[in-house]
């Protein structure tokens, strides 16, 4: 089968799944499907990224960059109540179930755009991004998702990444270092990075 959680528009035959989970001390209902990446859980990478996310020191818009059916930035939105956060994504079931999952956990401070990397969100200023990148989409899409976060953030912006070390955290994080001049290793868990360069 070659369609994937990047496929943006999943043909596969939708079965939604409705669970509960609780995320930095908040009790979240999420609904996912078929065709969106971690049908059944939030996955661990993804819970790490939340646990340890920290918002910028710089006001301003978050973004949650490849955010499937939204469980960082709804997260991130419930925790940070003050600020605007903007979640994208390709896939259009994702931004679909994300928005959905907004209105069941009544958090308001969310914005959700479709959009393929960057294409959508040019006119936005980023103060934090984060992503938990489509590793299947292959390297150079991941690589490219850090290349374009830097014009995309504002001064002393952050861009928070987690990655798994088997699946290219050690290369992402060279590239960080490249794009930015920094990067630091906030958090290491089972075999996942949680990476953080600064817009200097």
Same mark, same amino acid.
């Given at each position: 089968?070659s =369609?994937?959680?990047?496929?943006?528009?999943?043909?596969?035959? $939708?079965?939604?799944?409705?669970?509960?989970? !609780?995320?930095?001390?908040?009790?979240? #209902?999420?609904?996912?499907?078929?065709?969106? *990446?971690?049908?059944?859980?939030? %996955?661990?990478?993804?819970?790490?990224l939340?646990?340890?996310?920290?918002?910028?020191?710089?006001?301003? #818009?978050?973004?949650?960059?490849?955010?499937?059916?939204?469980?960082?930035?709804?997260?991130? +939105?419930a925790t940070? $109540?003050?600020?605007?956060?903007v979640?994208?994504?390709?896939?259009?079931? &994702?931004? =679909?179930?994300? =928005?959905?999952?907004?209105?069941?956990?009544?958090?308001?401070?969310?914005?959700?755009?479709?959009?393929?990397?960057? $294409?959508?969100?040019?006119?936005?200023? *980023? &103060?934090?991004?984060?992503?938990?990148?489509?590793?299947r +989409?292959g390297?150079?899409?991941?690589?490219?998702?850090?290349?374009?976060?830097?014009?995309?953030?504002?001064?002393?912006?952050?861009?928070?990444?987690?990655i798994?070390?088997? !699946?290219?955290?050690? $290369? &992402?994080? =060279?590239?960080?270092?490249?794009?930015?001049?920094?990067?630091?290793v906030?958090?290491? %868990?089972?075999?996942?990075?949680?990476?953080?360069?600064?817009?200097?």
């Amino acid at each position: 089968m070659s =369609e994937h959680y990047f496929s943006q528009q999943p043909q596969s035959k $939708s079965s939604p799944k409705t669970w509960n989970y !609780q995320l930095r001390e908040k009790e979240f #209902t999420f609904t996912s499907d078929y065709g969106v *990446f971690s049908k059944n859980e939030v %996955d661990f990478g993804s819970r790490l990224l939340i646990s340890q996310f920290k918002r910028s020191e710089v006001p301003g #818009t978050i973004l949650d960059l490849g955010c499937g059916y939204g469980p960082i930035g709804l997260a991130i +939105a419930a925790t940070y $109540s003050h600020c605007e956060v903007v979640a994208a994504d390709v896939n259009e079931r &994702a931004i =679909e179930l994300a =928005e959905q999952n907004a209105i069941q956990n009544n958090v308001k401070n969310i914005t959700f755009v479709k959009s393929d990397r960057f $294409s959508n969100l040019t006119k936005y200023s *980023f &103060a934090s991004i984060v992503t938990n990148p489509p590793i299947r +989409a292959g390297k150079k899409v991941v690589h490219a998702m850090i290349e374009e976060s830097k014009p995309a953030l504002c001064q002393n912006g952050e861009l928070w990444v987690v990655i798994q070390k088997k !699946q290219g955290a050690p $290369s &992402a994080k =060279e590239k960080m270092m490249k794009v930015f001049g920094n990067a630091e290793v906030v958090s290491k %868990d089972k075999g996942y990075y949680l990476l953080k360069a600064i817009n200097v």
